[in-house]
């Protein structure tokens, strides 16, 4: 039943992919993408699209494509290009992760485990978190943990698998550990970020970057806390992430709108005009997917995630999919990337065109995400 709108997107892939040749999709207003370098922290997306498009029709156009790219990402990491940050998960696991999954190619796993020690050298011991962004004495961020951190962690799972170098592990699971403590309420809602002292560790205070206010939840972070503990409890059987997924995925239903396209945060005064995140609503898809195949039959939970699920995506293809649009670059109408921060309020992200892709073939033919080997 999702195959239409599968289809519709793998044709914009194509053409995006045939008029931007060697360039990759940055965030810009204007209801269109801007074409540049490997720079930023979203270029993993296109690449991992180009992977579950491949993987979807076995059409050799977009594996190619998609290996064309490995070098680019090699040079990357070898020169550091703009790598002051922790996504170099999202980088990597889309990208090189992907490509060894898909085709056992042994160059791909290694710059994928370079890029897993590069992301090692952002893990902070005296706090006991993987520092978001900036240099390590950097007097804002140089104790800042976010929640998005919890994509990264597949990169550090999936390289001790790969290797047995305990570090992986450790790194990965303490600080899946500190951010269950820290950036989850009890009510279920999440904390963007948190500050700890970078002298000796002692918690300081929760905070928002993207989100509305400080308190509030920003919903593309509860998303990312939604998909990132169940992947979390995937490689660890550590019991309380699980749960802790679970009861970030209750607070996101809960507080879904009408339309079933949540606003760009859960506390945001609605009126008209208040910017969406389709991107938050689509990771959530592929973070409730994760939980069906989490869960045991008998879980309570399991109606409330599937109908969701349901309602989420029927809403996306029906009304935020760029399906009327055929010479779109984006999937999906209504991201935010920034709203408080004025950039991008109302846009196509390219990460919410890869969680549309994710969730779409994953319910057509059950292929997965690049989060972890099958
Ligand atoms: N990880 C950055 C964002 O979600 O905007």
Known sequence: MWNAAIGDALVKLKQNIVKHPGKLPHIIEGQRYEWGENNDWIEGFYIGMMWLAYEYGQDTFYKESAEDYLTNFEERLEQHVALDHHDIGFLYSLSAVAEWRVTGNEAARQVALKAA??????????????????????????????????????????????????RYYDVAMRHALISQKFLVRGDGSSYHTFYFDRANGNAIRGGTHQGYEDG?????????????????????????????????????????????????????????????????????????????????????????????????????????????????EGLLKHGSYHVRGDRAPDDYMIWGDYFYLEALVRLEKGIKGYWYVK
Not at 257 to 263: G, I
């Open 117 to 166: 020690e590069t992301l090692l050298k952002r893990w902070r011991p005296q706090i006991g978190i993987i520092q978001a962004w900036g240099l390590e004495d950097d007097p804002e961020n140089g104790g800042r943990m976010i929640i998005d951190c919890l994509l990264n962690l597949p990169l550090l799972f999936w390289a001790y698998e790969q290797t047995q170098d305990q």
């Open 216 to 328: 509030s939840t920003w919903t593309r972070g509860q998303a990312w806390g939604i998909y990132g503990f169940a992947l979390a409890y995937r490689y660890t059987k550590h019991d309380a992430f699980l749960d802790t997924s679970k009861r970030l995925a209750k607070y996101f239903i809960e507080h879904m709108p009408e339309d079933d396209v949540v606003y760009w945060d859960f506390d945001v005064p609605v009126e008209a005009g208040t910017p969406r995140d389709s991107s938050a609503s689509a990771i959530t898809a592929c973070g409730l997917l994760e939980l069906l195949e989490l869960t045991s039959e008998d879980d309570s939970s399991r109606q409330m995630f599937a109908d969701a699920l349901d309602r989420t995506m029927r809403a996306l293809v029906e009304k935020y999919a760029t399906t009327d649009i055929p010479a779109a």
